[in-house]
């Protein structure tokens, strides 16, 4: 959510064509149902051929890098799998090539040195079937995100950047420095069955966009963004047709989120069957003056909830500015939002809805949703301004903006 200092664009400074696929150790091709099929690989090594020690004592750097760097240049047929056998494997960050799995056996754990050092410290991993891990060692840098000692934005664990066909699964990331997962300008990426752990306190540790997952992090769980402010305008480039299911877990910040930093804009997100427990919002749409972008066609649906400080929250005034150079006149733009099949236990406040004055949202419909509070069905009103609408079969009634159009009078598409 928020930044170490230096915005990401400028930061994400790694460019890798990684092709990653997940393929199991068996003989027999393994086939993801999806959109990027899992590839058999014949060509099999080991970290311990390059002097890999999974002892949790003797660094790995440079057994990683000259694995990969063979796998990089043989570039054998069909491509290979790197095979991380049980042991923890301390490492500095090393980066994935195309064509390549790196495959952690159940047990596995590939763990962060704890580096000060701030120029080289992008992760780049993926993995396959076992559950493997991958941590971060993060509370270094949370304590120096604590301090203000921070001179760059904090690592993610892992980045995938200008990549295609992407499958990370059964792979538990553990206390990453900041976000954990990070596609950026990437196609064709499933992430599922993964687990995702950072203490709750734990500064910015988002999630991802993934299926299938448990994720208990110290901020939003899955956030979909697309660029900060005049960076993010500058590279205008949107996320589109993002897809987010069967998600479970609890964060102190927001359950599945859409921004703050939507500058290249957001379109045509579908999140379904989501279950989050004493977690801060359960749905929240962000974006803030200065970062311009359409956040449009965003479905959120069969969402079950319970001890929450905030059902659903869409505003137009979350998340700081990278600095003083964003344009107060690149007002976002927020509109054909679909809530539906909610229900929540114990939630404190049903829903806030703050559009902008000069950039009012619309076309926010919300249908057969029922929040109830802690004591009995009562809790805070819903509370809106500048935007329009529709509800249907919203509990506790929401407001006038929302329901003055007879029922779903202002929604463009029927429910
Ligand atoms: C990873 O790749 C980037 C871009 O090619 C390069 O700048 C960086 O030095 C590489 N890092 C490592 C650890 O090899
Ligand atoms: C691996 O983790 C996934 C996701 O949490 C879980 O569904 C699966 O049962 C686990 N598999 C094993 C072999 O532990
Ligand atoms: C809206 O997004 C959904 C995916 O969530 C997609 O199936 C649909 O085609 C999109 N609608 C429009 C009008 O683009």
Redesign the pocket.
Known sequence: MKHGGVPNAVTSFVAVLVFLQCSCLSAEVVTCSGIVPMVYRNDKISITDFGGVGDGRTSNTKAFREAIYRIDHLRRRGGTLLYIPPGVYLTESFNLTSRMTLYLA?GAVIKATQLHTCDQYIYKCNSAC??GTIDGQGDVWWNMWRRRTLQFTRPNLVEFKDSRGIIIS?V?FKNSPFWNIHPVYCSNVVIR???ILAPADSPNTDGIDPE???ISTGDDLVAVKSGWDEYGIAYGRPSNDITIRRITGSSPFAGIAVGSETSGGVTNVLAEHITLYNSGIGIHLKTNIGRGGIIRNITVSDVFMENMRKGIKIAGDVGDHPDENYNPNALPVMKHIRIKNVWGEKVLQAGVIQGLKNSPFTDICLANINLRGSSGPRNVPWKCSDVSGGASQVSPSPCAELISRSQTGACSIPF
């Open positions: 159940r076992e559950n059964n538990i069955y993964v687990t299938d997952s448990y």
